[in-house]
């Protein structure tokens, strides 16, 4: 046939009693309610799966029959108005609502939290992995507790890619331009009903941001997408794809988030009290907030204090090599102007981002620097950022530098699954939805007789199954598989009995995650598989950035493996891990298993949402596992000793993973099953929720941002920022006074040190410090006592001081009178540091002298 082909979309009318479906398609809001989900899907079950569970993309293709025919249902009308009942108690709740977490902050206090990437359901593909999904719960649980919060990131045409995986395990990507009609989303208008822009500067040129909002609760998204008319082919594509393109494209994209979208907060008149950089990407904002500063007319040092002082940084990633870095000519040349413009030398550009070990520019250095609240996602991670961010304060030892942590948690109402509702209904009583933190609620769990505990776990597996044998009949005709060869694959995943043990490990797939730790001794693992009377399943799921060919190379290995004839469908490896998979993974899954390489897991949190869902986790002691697992919730595999090689490492802890499935989990599972299950394994999966669930909600781990980052940095804001932040001015001459004066700054000490004393005596202490012209109030004097070996501080007992006179050239006498109540052996060091009433952490200098 010849001529033009035209396409037409044409869109159904939504009648007036179903209008506000419209207003549930266009909130977040559904990505956590599973009921106002369900309203779509039960409409058109077949285009609900088609458009990716999209609301809006399915009223813009719902059959005009469909919806006239609901509008007089009464049983959809009755099911669509409580859904709208319990939307409009959520967002109409009073404007004076007080939760304990915002009563943490001012009236007019604001938090805005940059991040390169949210995932919120899969309806919004702006996400790739944890970072993004914890971005989403942060902002989720942020709208829950009704936190003054808004939210900025970047709108990317092609979101992560789609995976398909071929018959020899290859990995193949696809990507897909997203048309952002079918969005949750909204373009932002002027008064004059203009589309808002933005322009940040390029290399010889501007480049346009348009901007979008989406709404999550009570929450605010805004988005920035450069494929707008006003930019070149190569600038529209600036925000093309979600980590794609190469370093230059990288740069660009940091510096439209964060320069952007500082820019763009200021365009809605939008004045944050507190600035959230979520990983080091949004670096950039310092800079923009520093060059908004020189407007108050503050010199460069007194503007990044005032920047600083209202400034969380979180790093996520534990290890040096993991934080973006540009090279000084890079630098220079996308910063050239900026530099013209605000007067800052390029080798103070440089300073700002440079680790003391590189001469790169570093956007972890940069986020440290223009931040005075820094944090890891577990203890474990707390202290290794700690470690190797060490060199930023050379002086302090890197237990007591500035790096807090926060542990990662989840968003529950995203992620428990409604077939627990109203089973917590009936043996917690209403309202546990509120008591996430009350532990005493949760022991509630043990009161829920063991049957009907176990036939919600069943119920959840079952549908795992079911989701299992589409996606592996999907995959298995598509890489012309026969019909007849499915029963073998699926013969351990029925739905309609799911009885085998079934153990979930689904994450990125990144060497040091360890996919195959599994497959390092295949005789054992073939004896532990070939036990007919207790048979187990292992799903693997998970993506491979399409430059990472050894996770590729992970990927290939397991589905060679999973085809070999004492694992075939024993082993299932599923493709296309997105959040509806992950989801029905960790509420389905018996075990999650989690086995990084120490201490590489920064937190991980797909093993707090199985706990949540009464699953058992078995995994590595690293991130949140190190401080949620007590022995009696799940299994810990204990890192090996430090020093081994990588071999020997994972042959050690392999050792231990088969030893626990071998003489634990498998026989716990299969004990004592003349009911239909195990007792002993229930009460594992009942503690695990019990013990899991009150220390890793979301509304503790904001509760923790609040009270530890948001409103001290709020209440410091307040004090820089006063009487035309004359604070700001004070901090940046005193630090001025004191970088100069103090290599000068010396202690000695006149007393006679005595070896022994008497419990009860006491200890009188002299120490003379040189101040090099400071005055007495510029520092502290203190000693520092521990146990012999002990190197956290907390267990440390520290004394100021007092300042007695001043001595001749420039020498001061500091004294203590100090009575110990303590016997033994005790280690004491002496040491002075700068202090100021305003400084935000005693050591955020990083200058110390010790004796």
């Known amino acids: 046939m010849s001529g033009t082909r035209y396409q037409i979309e044409v869109n159904p009318e939504i009648p007036p009693r179903l209008a506000r479906l419209e207003v549930l398609a266009n909130n977040l809001w559904y990505s956590w309610n599973r009921a106002s989900r369900a309203v779509f899907a039960r409409l058109h079950p077949s285009l609900w799966h088609a458009v990716n569970h999209s609301p809006k993309a399915f009223l813009k293709r719902v059959d005009q029959k469909r919806l006239l025919n609901a509008a007089e249902d009464p049983i959809f009308l009755g099911t669509l108005d409580r859904v709208l009942a319990v939307y409009d108690t959520y967002h109409l709740a009073p404007a004076n609502f007080e939760s304990p ?49 808004v939210a900025v990131g970047l709108l990317y045409s092609q979101g992560y890619f789609q995976q398909t995986i071929d018959r020899e395990g290859r990995q193949h990507p696809h990507y897909f331009d997203t048309d952002f009609d079918d969005l949750p989303i909204v373009p932002v208008f002027r008064e004059d009903a203009s589309e808002m822009r933005v322009s940040v500067e390029l290399p010889g040129r501007a480049v346009w941001a348009r901007l979008w909002q989406a709404k999550a609760g009570n929450a605010t998204l805004y988005l920035l997408d450069t494929n707008v008319a006003e930019n070149g082919a190569a600038d529209r594509n600036i925000t093309h794809r979600l980590y794609g393109g190469d370093r230059s494209t990288r740069i660009e994209q940091e510096i439209v988030l964060g320069i952007g979208g500082v820019r763009a907060l200021r365009e809605l008149n939008i004045q944050p009290s507190v600035w959230h950089i979520n990983e080091g990407h949004a670096a950039f904002l310092i800079l923009e907030r520093i060059q908004g500063m020189f407007a108050q007319g503050l010199s460069f040092d007194g503007a990044l204090e005032a920047v600083a002082v209202n400034t969380v940084f979180t790093t996520h990633t534990p290890v040096p090599a993991g934080h973006d870095h540009f090279p000084e000519d890079m630098i220079k040349n996308y910063f050239s102007r900026f530099c013209e413009t605000t007067g800052i030398g390029v080798d103070t550009l440089m300073a700002m981002g440079r680790m003391p070990d590189s001469g790169d520019f570093n956007m972890t250095a940069l986020a440290i620097r223009g931040s005075r609240f820094h944090n890891g996602v577990s203890r474990i991670h707390g202290q290794v950022s700690s470690s ?102 699926l013969k351990f995943a029925d739905p309609a009995n799911p009885t085998v043990l079934t153990i979930g490990f689904a994450r990125r797939f990144a060497t040091y995650k360890r996919a195959t730790l599994l497959f390092n001794n295949l005789d054992w693992l073939r004896e532990i598989l070939g036990d007919t009377a207790r048979p187990v399943l292992f799903i693997f799921a998970g993506k491979a950035h399409p430059a990472d060919e050894p996770g590729q190379a992970l990927i290939r290995q397991i589905t060679e493996l999973s085809r070999l004839r004492e694992f075939e ?24 298993l989690n086995n990084p390489i120490y201490p590489l897991e920064a937190s991980g949190t797909s093993g707090i949402k199985a706990a949540i869902n009464g699953a058992m986790n078995l995994s590595v002691l690293d991130g949140w596992w190190g401080e949620g697992y007590d022995g009696k919730n799940g299994w810990a595999i204990k890192p090996a000793a430090e020093g081994l090689a990588p071999a020997e490492r994972d042959a050690e802890e392999a050792r231990t993973l088969y030893e626990l499935l071998q003489d634990s989990v498998i026989p716990l599972y299969y004990r004592n099953t003349s009911l239909g299950y195990s007792p002993e394994w229930v009460a594992m999966s009942k503690h695990s929720i019990a013990s899991i669930m009150p220390r890793f909600n ?37 630090k001025e006074k004191i970088r100069a004066a103090w290599p000068g700054v010396s202690l000695r000490r006149v007393d006679q040190p005595l ?90 200098m990083g200058m110390t002298v010790w004796l």
């Open 101 to 149: 977490v915002k009563s943490h902050l001012a009236g007019n206090d604001l938090i805005a939290y940059f991040c390169f990437e949210f995932g919120f359901h899969e309806s919004l593909p702006i996400y790739s992995g944890g970072l993004g999904i914890l971005a989403g719960d942060h902002c989720k649980g942020a709208s829950d507790l009704h936190l003054p919060f």
């Open 698 to 734: 979301m509304g503790r781990m904001l509760e923790e941002y609040t009270e530890k980052f948001y409103a001290p940095a709020a209440a410091q804001w307040r004090k820089y920022a006063g009487e035309d932040f004359s604070g700001a001015r004070r901090v940046a001459a005193w």
């Open 569 to 592: 469908g024993r082993i299932l490896m599923l493709e296309d891990y997105d959040l509806h998979l992950a989801r029905r993974l960790v509420s389905g899954v018996d075990v999650w």
């Open 388 to 489: 190797i961010l060490s060199g930023m304060w050379p002086q302090i030892d890197p237990p007591e530098n500035p790096i807090d942590y926060v542990t990662n948690a989840v968003h529950v109402p995203s992620f428990l699954a409604t077939d627990w509702y109203e089973t917590f209904d009936r043996h917690l009583g209403l309202g546990w939805m509120h008591r996430l933190t009350d532990h005493t609620c949760w022991q509630g769990v043990n009161r829920i007789p063991d049957q009907i505990f176990w036939s919600v776990r069943q119920s959840l597996k079952s549908q795992l199954l079911h989701l299992i044998g589409h996606r592996v009949r999907q995959q298995h005709l598509r890489n012309q598989g026969s019909e007849s060869h499915l029963d073998r694959l």
């Open 755 to 844: 070896p022994r004393i008497r419990y009860g005596n006491a200890l009188h202490f002299e120490i003379v410090v040189q101040l090099n012209g400071l005055a007495a109030e510029d520092i502290t004097v203190e000693l520092v006592f521990t146990r012999p070996g002990e190197i956290n501080p907390a267990l440390s007992k520290r004394y100021a001081l007092r300042h007695e006179r001043a001595l001749d050239h420039g020498e001061h006498l500091y004294v203590r009178e100090l009575t110990l109540d303590l016997c033994g052996k005790i280690d004491y060091r002496i040491r002075a540091f700068p202090q100021h009433e305003l400084l935000t952490h005693p050591f955020e």
